[in-house]
């Protein structure tokens, strides 16, 4: 018997639906708006909440967060009268299991039920296991559960994946999260990058190749789809295939069969296929630039990974991950992060995501070699350029263009028009003037000392002297 919660300001729908999940040997309680939901799912363990989206107190698609974010996680399902795709696709981006519109016939909810609390048990089972191994992976937000919840349910299959993302948010991370919790966790994990495949050599390195198949081919290697026999093969950025390999490749998922170059006899190989991409395939097959069977065969299992931005909450989980992490691999001792610190990356956007956040951490601990505590002078220049250039706003009440005009740096409209210049224009201004307003914040702070300028800045003597003449700038009291 589940626990089960609806959320919806029609009375008598309540009574009809709580009647329903009551005939299918359920619990049902109901609340008449967020305010009251928020006291239900505090004292109540829920299995699933069923979440209308107009409320008298709110839209129900901002409380989906709150609602994973409870010990239970219970699975969320939108409910609505009127058919919104963009709310639709909202909902399911932000955690929904399913979004369903009214009125609703008690088949359809007899078997809503039945999946999602199948479903559901199965996601238990599966992370509750003591072996489950999350590879590195970092933090508790819904979001990234969510994706664990996944890659626990993809890793006992034998289908393939497709692991999309924007760059920097973890996909192969995820990927090896798969292999090592599945059957094939003792074997081979190859790891292809396609950006870096040179289209004349990516069958011979894909396949293999007979000795003398081509100039420079002195004796006979095998491939890495036959390497990954027994294992799992990992094909980075997807989307950077060339047509004729992609056919090849599509052959290859069908029958699990290939034959090197120049070579007469075919060879089997049992490996599954994982691969990742940043790009829209499916855009990509609109415009015939990605085979479209190919496309479908990748997705037996997708998952979506989120921006690091749509997990803000396991910032500082993972800023105390990377900075132990630096600390023992370099022999560093221990360090902390200062509140002022947090607060800079919280509130930065993260365009390269968990390995920009990887990166600026390594390089602020390397900064602070002499030092305990993490601060925001300890950040690589171009974090503390965009401290100094006033780019890290609070700006909740302003309206999203009147915020993005703010944010923009500089000349990125055209004078007298709501056109943005060439991106190009923009970068050249928009460094310059950068450069400016932090080297003036700088000599605020430094004075006439150069030793401090530098340290402060993590720039040379030289290149420091040649970025103040560049701008008119001198030391105070020189």
Not at 17 to 37: K, N, P, V, W
Not at 249 to 267: A, G, H, N
Not at 397 to 422: H, I, M, N, T
Request: proline content about 3%; glycine content about 6%.
């Amino acid at each position: 018997m589940a626990k089960i919660l609806l959320v919806d300001d029609h009375e008598v729908f309540c009574l009809t639906f709580s009647e329903m999940i009551r005939r299918l040997g359920h619990d049902c309680d109901t609340s008449l708006s967020l305010g009251e939901a928020e006291k239900a799912i505090g004292r109540t363990c829920y299995d699933m909440v069923f979440l209308d989206v107009s409320l008298p107190d709110g839209n129900g698609l901002d409380f989906i967060a709150q609602v994973l974010n409870t010990e239970c996680k219970p699975e969320v399902t939108v409910l609505t009268a009127n058919g919104d795709k963009g709310s639709a696709e909202r909902a399911l981006r932000a955690g929904a299991w399913d979004y369903l519109l009214k009125p609703i016939r008690f088949r359809e909810l007899q078997v809503l039920l039945e999946r999602t609390l199948r479903l559901r048990d199965s996601k238990k089972s599966l992370r509750n296991d003591k072996q489950f191994e999350r590879s590195s992976i970092v933090g508790n937000s819904p979001q990234l559960e969510k994706c664990l919840d996944q890659v626990a349910i993809a890793a006992q299959g034998g289908g393939n994946i497709l692991i999309t993302g924007e760059t920097g948010t973890g996909k192969e991370l995820f990927a090896r999260a798969i292999h090592q919790n599945s059957a094939r966790a003792g074997r081979e994990f190859i790891v292809v990058d396609c950006t870096n495949l040179p289209r004349t050599l990516a069958e011979s390195l894909l396949f293999g190749h007979e000795k003398g198949s081509f100039t420079g081919a002195q004796e006979a290697r095998e491939g890495l789809f036959k390497q990954a026999d027994g294992g799992t093969i990992f094909l980075d950025e997807i989307g950077d295939l060339d047509l004729d390999i992609q056919k090849s490749l599509l052959r290859v998922l069908q029958e699990k069969k290939f034959r090197p170059l120049s070579s007469k006899r075919e060879i089997s190989s049992d490996f599954r296929l994982i691969a990742a991409t940043n790009r829209d395939l499916e855009e990509m097959v609109r415009q015939g630039r990605f085979r479209s069977d190919l496309y479908y065969r990748l997705r037996t299992h997708v998952i979506k990974l989120p921006a690091l931005r749509e997990r803000a909450g396991d910032i500082p989980l993972l800023i105390d991950y990377y900075v132990e992490k630096t600390c023992a691999n370099q022999s560093i001792p221990a360090k902390k992060a200062s509140q002022d610190f947090l607060d800079v990356l919280l509130r930065y956007d993260w365009p390269g995501n968990v390995r920009e956040l990887a990166n600026v951490v390594y390089s602020s601990v390397h900064n602070a070699i002499y030092d305990d505590v993490l601060n925001p002078y300890h950040f690589p220049i171009e974090i503390r350029m965009f401290v100094a250039a006033g780019k890290i706003e609070a700006s909740d009440d302003a309206a999203p263009r009147e915020r993005a005009r703010e944010k923009a740096p500089l000349a990125v409209y055209a004078p007298g028009s709501c056109q943005l210049q060439k991106l190009r224009d923009v970068r050249k201004v928009t460094i310059n003037s950068m450069e400016e307003m932090y080297l003036k914040e700088l000599v605020g702070i430094c004075g006439s000392s150069v030793r401090k300028a530098c340290k402060m800045s993590g720039l040379s003597r030289a290149r420091l002297y040649e970025l103040l003449q560049k701008h008119n700038i001198s030391l105070k009291g020189r």
